[in-house]
């Protein structure tokens, strides 16, 4: 994946992202790294997925713990 290089961003997208600037050499250098680097980052990309969904679920039980209190 490649995306443009904003705080938000970078800190989302921790694995299996190329980031760049707003050039035209950043973005033509970011496309040569990603062609190089495709499996790894495919397989980044899946860790980075899980990771999230993870995550997530543990914040949703969290937040289902705590209506459940106030019921």
């Known amino acids: 994946m490649i995306l443009s290089r904003q705080p938000v ?3 989302h997208f921790t694995k299996g992202t190329i980031f ?3 050039s ?6 970011g496309v040569q790294t990603l062609v190089k680097r495709e499996r790894a980052l495919s397989r980044e990309i899946a860790e980075l997925a899980a990771e999230k969904q993870e995550q997530w679920e543990i914040a949703f ?3 289902l ?3 459940g209190d106030r019921t």
């Open 9 to 11: 961003l970078t800190e």
């Open 20 to 22: 760049v600037d707003h």
């Open 24 to 29: 035209v050499e950043s973005i033509v250098a």
């Open 61 to 63: 039980r969290e937040l």
């Open 65 to 67: 713990a705590i209506i």
